[in-house]
């Protein structure tokens, strides 16, 4: 286009935008959240339970720290790991992977001569990006130093990481979405599982891999990209140690009231089992036991996740539809179709994330703040835009997406005009 064609185009997307603004939308898509129809999925928890918990004393006393033998069970299938190796805890594994950072840096993986903190300088983790904003939050809050390493296709840039861990031995961890990555729905392929593997023999001492597999079965399609197990590769590579496996049923079940799980290797889980007993003296059992006559197996598990994928679905596809209608062709920004997960990562063209987020508020649809998927919330080129659109209606979503689209194009042709 010329500058006459872009002034043209800028004053037409101009009126539609303003026409917009006085529709009075309030829409938000800035949490990944299950809806209401997700959560009562799951209302049979609700149900009694009293004749089991009654059977069995222990489950309404103290003690039980590594959870009911039948949630480790069932709950180590969805890590991959064994149930003698799978700690279950309360509602939240993001207070799992606090925990595991916070005695990694203060108490020490391997007892406390191993206490990061006491290191000569300044302790670091490496964080895919874009990558999960609560994650980031974790290390900044312990004064760990974040790194930023680009995710690619595969998974994270593999030659990056072993360069940097091989250069440094303070970079103690790496933080990870595996599966259905937070926000690019990508997933780890086999040869970059395997390359994790590997990176505790060539690692500082103590490094761990935060292997946050949230969305291990949140899949859309039943024929999504399966993750390779990375305690299997571990162990493969003798470095069964060097990684923490991270889980939970906060968009399984009841997002205020699930199970969080942790998969560790024998020696892990009796440092982290001890240290976390200065904590608590036991998770909510029952709880536990409720999840467990819920499910019954892991076949029923999966099954559950497939009514799951049918309320979701039509949700991301409002989304994916609206995008391809108004920005195919245009190069006005590039997205990912995630088959899986609970997010679709959005990229404008560089610049322009922070303007189309501030406009798409004014229009009365509100997003994740750009940058909240990099390190300190800095994007190095503000153009990064996470899209949840799991809460609202799909007419509310194909409403949010044609107020996104327009805003996309507006910022965009503003930017052109500019360099015209």
Avoid at 119 to 139: N, Q, T
Avoid at 162 to 187: M, Q, Y
Avoid at 253 to 274: H, I, P
Wanted: hydrophobic fraction near 40%.
């Amino acid at each position: 286009m010329n500058a006459q064609e872009l002034r043209n185009l800028e004053t037409e997307l101009s009126e539609q935008y303003e026409a917009i603004k006085q529709r009075g939308l309030n829409l938000d898509l800035t949490r990944g959240k299950p809806s209401t129809d997700q959560l009562n999925l799951s209302n049979g928890l609700l149900g009694d339970i009293a004749q089991q918990a009654l059977a069995d004393a222990s489950l309404r006393n103290y003690g039980g720290l590594l959870g009911i033998p039948e949630a480790r069970k069932l709950f180590s299938q969805v890590i991959g790991v064994k149930p003698d190796e799978t700690l279950v805890g309360g509602n939240s594994s993001l207070t799992l992977m606090y925990f595991a950072a916070h005695f990694a840096m203060h108490l020490g993986a391997n007892g406390p001569d191993t206490a990061w903190i006491k290191e000569d300088g300044p302790i670091k983790m490496l964080a895919p990006v874009p990558g999960y904003d609560r994650h980031f939050s974790v290390s900044e809050t312990l004064g760990i130093e974040l790194i930023p390493v680009p995710l690619l296709d595969d998974g994270p840039d593999m030659d990056e990481i072993e360069r940097l861990v091989k250069a440094d031995p303070l970079i103690k961890g790496i933080w990870c979405v595996p599966r259905f990555s937070n926000p690019t729905g990508h997933v780890y392929s086999d040869a970059v599982v395997a390359r994790f593997a590997e990176l505790g023999n060539m690692a500082g001492s103590n490094f761990r891999i935060f292997w946050d597999n949230a969305y291990a079965i949140h899949f859309l399609n039943e024929d999504a990209p399966q993750l390779a197990n990375i305690m299997d590769a571990c162990r493969k590579a003798g470095t069964e140690d060097s990684v923490y496996i991270f889980g939970s049923t906060s968009k399984v079940t009841f997002a205020g009231a699930g199970v969080a799980f942790m998969g560790l290797s024998e020696k892990n889980l009796a440092v982290f089992s001890k240290q976390l007993g200065m904590t608590q003296i036991g998770p909510d059992k029952i709880n536990q036991l409720r999840h467990v006559e819920f499910f019954q197996s892991y076949d029923k598990l999966l099954n559950h996740m497939k009514l799951h994928a049918e309320l979701l679905r039509p949700r991301f596809d409002a989304v994916l539809k609206g995008l391809e209608k108004g920005l195919a062709g245009t190069g006005a920004g590039e997205w990912i179709t995630p088959q899986g997960g609970y997010f679709i990562s959005f990229n404008t063209l560089p610049g322009l994330a922070t303007e189309v987020v501030a406009m798409a508020a004014e229009a009365g649809v509100k997003l994740t703040p750009a940058g909240a998927t990099f390190p300190y919330g800095k994007d190095p080129e503000n153009k990064n835009i996470r899209i949840a659109p799991s809460v609202p209606t799909v007419a509310d979503i194909e409403a949010a997406t044609d107020v996104f689209v327009t805003c996309v194009k507006l910022a965009t042709v503003r930017q052109w005009l500019k360099a015209a």
